[in-house]
C-alpha cells in the first residue's frame, strides 16, 4: 500500500496555526515555553482526514527545507518559535541582539509608531528582524511601499529593554520605545 501524498505547505500552516494560535482546538496543551508532545501533536493532526498519514518524518522535512525556521523539536516535542497569540504568555530568554534591528512597516503605521513605539498587536511579542531584506518583506504584507524602520537594539537593551531570539533572523521583544526606533 502506497502512502498518501501530503501537501508539506498546507501541513506546515496547519501545524504553525495549531501551536501558535489555537491549540485548544486541536486539545493540546503547551507548557510555558510552547512545547508539547510530538507524539500529541500527531495524534491530534491524524483526527482530520487531510493528516490520516502524517509521519514525524513529514515535519523534520517540513523543517528543513521551509524558507523561515519557524519550529523546534527537541526532547520528543515541538514548539513554534515565534509568532504566538495564545493567551498565556509564551516564556522566553532574554539574550544580547544585533547592536541594530530592523522592522519593516506599513506606511500608515510610521507616525504612530515614532510617537508611541512598536507594539505587539496582536501578537505577544514585537517582532524585529536582524537584517534589512526580512524586515521589508515583512512590511510587504501589508503595503506595497513598506518604510523600514531601524531599531537601536544595543542602546535598548543597555537600558532594560528585553530581547528574545526568534530563530536566526527573527528577534521579539515586549515592546519598543520610540526613542530607540529611526526610519533608515
Known amino acids: 500500500m502506497t502512502r498518501q501524498k501530503i501537501d508539506l505547505f498546507k501541513l506546515s500552516k496547519e501545524i504553525s496555526y495549531a501551536l501558535r494560535h489555537a491549540p485548544w482546538e486541536y486539545e493540546l496543551e503547551l507548557d510555558e515555553e510552547g512545547w508539547v508532545s510530538l507524539e500529541q501533536l500527531l495524534l491530534a493532526l491524524r483526527l482530520d482526514q487531510r493528516w490520516e498519514a502524517v509521519h514525524e518524518q513529514d515535519i523534520h522535512t517540513i523543517m528543513a527545507t521551509a524558507d523561515k525556521q519557524r519550529l523546534e523539536v527537541a526532547d520528543g516535542k515541538i514548539r513554534a518559535l515565534y509568532g504566538h497569540s495564545v493567551p498565556s504568555k509564551i516564556v522566553k530568554k532574554a539574550e544580547k541582539p544585533p547592536s541594530v534591528v530592523y522592522h519593516g512597516t506599513a506606511r500608515r503605521f510610521v507616525a504612530q ?25 515583512v512590511g510587504k504584507r501589508r503595503d506595497a511601499a513598506p518604510v523600514l524602520l531601524k531599531v537601536d537594539a544595543e542602546t535598548a537593551r543597555n537600558e532594560g529593554i528585553m530581547f528574545y531570539p526568534g530563530n536566526h533572523t527573527i528577534w521579539l521583544a515586549d515592546f519598543i520605545p520610540p526613542k530607540y526606533i529611526s526610519i533608515e
Open 113 to 137: 509608531i515614532l510617537d508611541e513605539g512598536i507594539r505587539p498587536m496582536g501578537r505577544q511579542y514585537v517582532h524585529v528582524s536582524a537584517d534589512k531584506e526580512t524586515a521589508m518583506m
